[in-house]
């Protein structure tokens, strides 16, 4: 049995070098693409003021998705076929997608965090039952810095699915403040105490104008609320140092901040 070795050339050897040359081809352009289309991506995010870990991110998994898609088609140009590992692949990714299923919450809600910004790094925060200062916005996790000095790590997914508290994103920040004075005490009196104290201290903001007036007639003291205004690096420094004027002044003019108090009836039963 002789063998016509043009014949092999032209049936088999031909058609496959031809097909792995155009695989290879595939490969190469097909990498440079996807090189172009994720700088593209990339710079569109850059200029729409993307967060630079959401723009790596992103860049990645599209990256890997492109090139994903730019082996399958090099693959098929092999005439291999690709529905089986199409397949596959997609079996795969739902077994992993149902294994990691809290772990991607906890990622989807890393992706709104750094997108929508509710914060940024260095805002204190209140959010999933924690306060502190944020240090660090993972795609998983976010890391915050507690004003006892204790790095706490949060899920992110625990973060997004409650109320956030940012008491950094605005510039100024109102103190409120409720001072107690005995039903005998003169009420103006106290007003104008409080008005002065607030007046002198240069924290205090003139505009809003600082609010003070009678809150509520209490059980066991006469309620007066005082909400000033200061801006937000000054706000617990303010508010102690008012808390402690008030105080003394109000001891220096006989003015009383009285304890809870209550009536108690004594009733003698008649003896027999």
């Known amino acids: 049995m002789s063998i016509d070795i043009q014949e092999l050339i032209e049936l088999y050897a031909l058609p496959w070098l031809i097909n792995i040359g155009l695989a290879i081809l595939i490969l190469v352009l097909g990498r440079i693409l996807v090189g172009i289309v994720v700088r593209i991506a990339r ?15 992103i860049g990645s998994i599209l ?11 090099a693959i098929d140009q092999l005439g291999v076929d690709t529905t089986s590992l199409v397949a ?12 990691l299923q809290k772990s991607l919450g906890n990622f989807a809600a890393g992706v709104m965090l750094i997108f929508f910004k509710p914060f940024k790094v260095g805002d204190y925060v209140e959010a999933a039952g924690t306060a502190g200062v944020i240090r660090e916005i993972r795609i998983f996790s976010t890391i915050m810095n507690t ?3 204790k790095l706490v790590t949060i899920p992110n997914g625990s973060i997004y699915e409650n109320n956030i508290t940012n008491y ?6 109102r103190i409120d403040l409720v001072f107690g004075i005995g039903y005998q005490d003169d009420i103006k009196l106290a007003k104008d105490i409080i008005r002065k104290i607030l007046a002198d201290d240069a924290r205090v903001l003139a505009e809003p104008e600082p ?8 059980d066991s003291s006469v309620n007066l609320i005082a909400r000033p205004w200061v801006k ?8 102690c140092d008012i808390l402690e004027k008030v105080k003394l002044t109000f001891d220096a003019n006989g ?4 304890f809870p108090q209550r009536d108690l009836h004594i009733y003698r039963e008649p003896q027999e």
Do not use: C, Q, Y
């Open 43 to 57: 710079a569109v995010m850059g200029r729409a003021k993307t967060d630079p870990m959401l723009i790596n991110f």
């Open 63 to 73: 990256t890997g998705l492109l090139v994903l898609v730019v082996f399958i088609a």
């Open 88 to 99: 596959l692949i997609g079996a795969a990714g739902l077994a992993i997608g149902l294994a």
């Open 147 to 149: 004003p006892d000095n």
């Open 168 to 173: 950094s994103a605005l510039d100024t920040r």
């Open 211 to 218: 609010f003070v007036h009678l809150g509520d007639l209490a």
């Open 232 to 239: 937000k690096e000054d706000w617990l420094a303010a508010r």
């Open 255 to 258: 003015i009383s901040i009285p």
